[in-house]
């Protein structure tokens, strides 16, 4: 389509996504791997209840959001980092030293609970600042960077609380896991964790449409045409990685609420919430995904899991199956990428003439304008088309 | 698109990372000599000598592996299970007898070459990324270990397990081996054409496609050599333990200590670049902590702290020296998601 | 069948002599060959004795660990009446046999060099806080002069690397070796024996009777027997019992399931068992799935120190809570 058509502006790609009924859109859309774990989720929660009818009441299905809601959360945090290409292994991590912390530090005096939780933020930002600041002015791959922070942040923990975590921080403070709205019709409870999935989630997803998150997918696709057309990538990224360490702050307040203090909650979180985000659609590297398919994956690994559960699958193989399910999970999601998107993929390309465009990026141009702003380099667009199907 | 214009301009950047990985081990083993000596021991005698490279072997198998694997522009997470499986399957076949030591190696060592081949295939035919396809074999094998193995099994004859008690001098048997592998892998990468072939397409897939390269082949040589290094590790591990184990490689935590000895060593974490002189460097630099550490009594969960740290301080001085913004691991300049995924 | 050792607190150890003799590198001997300090008699024992309470019947591979002789031991064991002064329980004992240490006898502050599997676990930071409070109490007395420690972080490779390295630099008196694996170890325990040393293993065992002293607790068995009769006694025939297990493949916890597994299956009771790594997230996912499922009417657990989470989640539940059997809990609330 974009081949002669040298009269049609600047964002042809842009123009294709939006042509169409709604519907016809809705189904592009669920072709797309981000779209895709959506229809995934839904298959899983009718083999679920079809294994175990009372899954599926209201109630219990409120509930599921709710315990579900820490991982989610995390990996809408991972997400961030990742769809800028970079990665955060420290998120478990993080998750261990906020729930180790709510429970030495707040123990049963409920004056503390607020200076405590203003402090494992500050603690979640300064770990994300090092992270970013590492991995962006230090130039060290954020594997190694966030490799090095998980190491460090648990021994550390540990070195400093004797190994042993106690204590129980007060009932009031693990309401915020463990209650809810009480006596609402239909599902008894709304939990919690799940209101706050759910403002977390429409916050992320606002945050992607204004200029911080199109320059995030930006520099995610091509660093170098983000950075030349005028956007802060160091910044931009450090950013990434401070959302994902608060993602973890707030999975560990959850978690101490939903199940108490343990040095094991969040093992493994990091692992975890990259298996969600790959199974979101969105690509290891960055530049592409949506935020909301990498919650969608994060509840299509729970559901997976309970759906072995009720299946009676031994609890040693889940691992095995989790496994097959990703690797095939990325390879399908790859070629649907390729094979789904060639055509977007080729817009690019032509409006590679275009001044926006990566070829554009040897000549920066347009420097005082705000790179995120714009529609101005090809690469933001692409990942914003991709970024809302 | 963007490749023509972002890539060639970094290939320029200076190579000195191997010099200055021994100038940091140098660095370490002048201050463990000192420490060491501050709490009354001598560094160098022929014990402690021994201690530091019996630490280096098992790490030392699985790092040359993962080094292949990272220099063609891949991962893998799937080593610590590797390992586990291999010494398992190997402990169980020669089941204390020394005649069958032969059948126990190759049944072993093969069944890691499939691991491997099937890693490569996955990364290469269905453009999985490395990250993934590897985390994923892995969870598959520890299933498969959780579920088929309860515990220890298998024995390892006394034949078998001199390779892990014998010394030469102050040389372990083991570490010897392990310096092998590492010659024939430096021969591989520095006078064959698949090791040529292997920085190119690891520097840049598609540049090595469309000089002509078979890009597939050096990525699976490279996983199905790297699974072999990891199950070489996981008899060296039966020959010490003298029984298999299910959990011996995540005991070890080899997945990501061995990436991070692979990019101590000065290897870039997106391919390409980097040799296996290095990784040996980087092997040695954490022997000779853990073992100053060992000596100093250091509170165990500190020592995970100080790991950390020295991890990202040595990683951030290489980057430094390296001119220009080194390759980031997947990253996006390329502007082909197929080039992305496959990395 | 081993003769076994008896117990000694660490403490004692110290007091003993050494014999010297540095190892060489390629003392690999067969268990069955190996020879090595057959002292009886000594010292104050602890609770245990007999045995391998811990070890599984061949070469450490078993795919079963159920040992119908073992578990009969330990049955008995559970009502055996401890031996020893009851003024002073942490040196009370059930019937071990005595080992003669008197070939150890020697003056003057010893140093002692103990191989610690891991400190990753509340038990295991209780164990070491105590261990470094009778420190300072022998160093006071001039029994020990120092004890070096060496931590393998639950690996098994960096242990045999540490009892190695005790062997050859470390001047060591006595060895104190808590194995981090039963069979994994033995080699690596039969060479600090063949230094002559006094050998001090306690905790999980090995497979070799060469240590001078083993301390042990009655074993997995016994502590699965109590806690599953305990469900028993309280449930009827038909009920649903939900076992949360921490991690596959360690001797102890297999034990205790084993055992439970036995006396659930015998009284007609269902159980269905998970892994949890110890995750309390884990555990109240599981119990709300299983409630999900249906009613469960009891929890067995292979230690305690999730129990909280499991009772959270029956009440989450809306369910009354059910009995939980599980020992050494760590409940703070």
New interface residues.
Partial sequence: MSTGTTTVDRAPGLLAERQGSPLQRLARTLGTPGGAVFILCGVLLAAVVAA?P??GEPG?LI?FIG?TA?IAIAAMGQYFVIVS???D?SMGSVVTMQVVISGNLIGQDESRILPVMLLMVALGILVGLVNGL?TTL????????T??????????V??LT???A???PVDSFRQIG?GGIRDVPVVDIIPYPAIILVALAVGAVLLMRRPYGRTLIAA??????THLAGAPVWWVKTRAFILSSLAATVAGII?VG???V?P??G?GYE?TA??AV?LGGV??????GWVLSAAAGAFALELLF?LL??LGV??????????????LA??AA??A??AG?RPR?RD??TT?QSPGS??G??TPHTPGSPAGETTGPT?PVQGTTTGEN | ??TA??TPTRRRAPVTSTGIVFIVLALTIVAGAILTAMAGRNFFSPGNISAILTGTSILGFIAIGQTLVILAGSLDLSVPYVTSLTSLVAGVIMAGQTSNIVLGVVVALGVSALIGLANGL?VTL????G???T??????????L??NYKGSAGSAPRDFRLIGATNIGPVPVSTLIMLGCAVLVILLLRRTRIGHHLYAVGGNREVARMSGLHTTTPVVMAHVLCSVLAGMAGLLLLARLSVGSPTIGAQGGYD?MS??AV?LGGTV??GGKGNILGTLGGVAIFAVMDNVMGVMEV?P?????V???V??AA??VY??R?AG??P??????L?D??L??A? | MRRKMLTAPLAAVAALAMLAACSTDDSLDDPATSESAEDPAGEEPAEGGEDEGEEPAEDGSSDDWFDQAVYDTQYEQRTATFEGDPNAPHLQYIDGPMTDTSEFASEGAKKVCFSNAS????WR??GW?TMNEQLKVLQESGVISEMETRDAQDDDNTQIADIDYFINEGNCDAFVISPSSTAALTPAVERACDTGLPVVVFDRGVETDCATTFIHPIGGFAWGIDTAEFLVDNLEEGDKVVALRIL?GVDVLEHRWAAAEKIFSENGIEAV???T?????E????I??EL???DVQGVWMDAG??A??AI?AFE?GGRRSRPLSSLEA?I??
């Fill in positions: 175990n009372n899954f219990s509930r315990r820490p290409g970079e990665f292994l590492a230090l130039r060290v791959p954020s594997f190694i960077v490799l090095g922070t998980m190491l460090a942040l648990s021994g550390l540990l070195y004797g190994g042993a106690t204590g129980n463990r995610g696709d091509n660093p170098e045409a978690l939903y199940a108490g343990h094991s909650v093992r692992f990259i298996t790959v690509v290891l590297g960055g530049g592409r309970t559960n009720f031994a609890s040693t193989w889940r691992d095995t199956v989790q496994g097959v399910i990703i690797i990325v390879a790859g070629k990428w390729r998107l993929r690019p390309a590679a990566p070829a990026a040897t690469p | 698109m963007s214009t972002t996955v269905l453009d999985v990324h990250f993934i396809a985390l994923g074999m892995g969870l598959i094998l520890a299933g498969y959780a579920t990501l990436i991070a990019v974490l997106a509170n969960f500190l020592k995970d702290v790991r950390g740290v991890i990202i990683v951030a980057a430094r390296t913004r080194p980031r691991f997947g990253r996006q300049s502007g998601a197929a992305q995924e990395r | 400190i990753s676990n509340p930071q209780t806080i596959p068992d998970y892994f790594g110890a995750d309390p997230t555990i109240k996912k599981i709300s799935d999900a499922k249906g120190d999730g909280v989470a959270e989450a760590e703070d609330r």
